[in-house]
């Protein structure tokens, strides 16, 4: 399900747990951010990023003000709950009521987590180079469920994520499984399927519960920023919070 605003996961969850990815309209962003631009390190215009915040917490009537992180595209997972202030991390986790896990993207791969009781949630922010090094992993280690439910979000597709072939030669150095999330385009050139990539290191770790992952953010102008298409862009929020 979508609005103009927002794309609302459909995933097999419990009623307690709420879900969003902020799309671009809906937000008073100018120019290469416009319009609903929820990251203050890419330039716009900081009145308007925190405008663009207050719209997205009041229309999605959040419980509390967003967790933001600041990404590097490490392996670092943080309790939600316990963040005072901006901290390093590419993924949250909490089993406590109103807190909101949130991550930013532009093609990386978002990706929310959900235990079958509904009393833990998670949110992941993977480029390839998480995925590598195991966030998913990492995440799964914080959590510990006896069953997830996972809903990937939009990210460049796998027709427009063109990797060389170290990045596929590393992946398959990990597992070989991970082959068949590439496909050769030349001699030194691959497209690679991220949404794959998360399915299959979440498959190995017996999560199978997987929604989502038919979007490509870079083929859709009108409703997704794209750091691969446009460079100087804004960022989706992808959030997750429970009653």
């Not at 896990?101 to 480029?127: F, M, R, W, Y």
């Not at 180079?129 to 069953?147: C, D, E, F, H, Y």
Request: charged share 20%; with cysteine; net charge neutral.
């Amino acid at each position: 399900m979508s609005s103009n605003s927002y794309l609302i996961p459909d995933w097999d969850v419990p009623s307690n747990i709420h879900s969003a990815m902020t799309l671009r309209q809906g937000g008073i962003s100018l120019g290469d951010y416009s319009s609903l631009n929820p990251a203050t390190h890419v330039d716009d215009d900081f009145n308007s990023v925190l405008i663009n915040r207050q719209c997205i917490k009041e229309s999605l009537a959040l419980p509390s003000n967003p967790v933001w992180l600041n990404q590097t595209h490490s392996t670092e997972v943080i309790q939600a709950d316990t963040v005072k202030f901006l901290t390093n991390a590419d993924a949250s986790f909490t089993s406590k009521r109103g807190i909101v896990c949130t991550v930013l993207t532009a093609d990386c791969l978002p990706i929310l987590l959900c235990s079958k009781e509904g009393n833990q949630i998670a949110a992941i922010h993977a480029g390839w180079r998480g995925l590598l090094a195991g966030i998913i992993s990492n995440v799964l280690k914080v959590m510990r469920p006896t069953q997830l439910s996972v809903w990937l979000g939009a990210a460049i597709g796998s027709c427009c994520f063109e990797v060389g072939r170290e990045v596929r030669e590393l992946f398959i150095a990990k597992h070989f499984k991970f082959s068949h999330a590439f496909v050769q385009k030349s001699s030194q050139k691959y497209l690679a399927d991220i949404y794959q990539l998360a399915r299959i290191e979440l498959n190995l770790k017996g999560v199978n519960n997987i929604y989502g992952g038919e979007f490509c953010t870079v083929c859709d102008p009108q409703r997704f920023y794209s750091y691969r298409r446009d460079q100087q862009t804004g960022r989706m929020a992808t959030l997750i919070w429970k009653d």
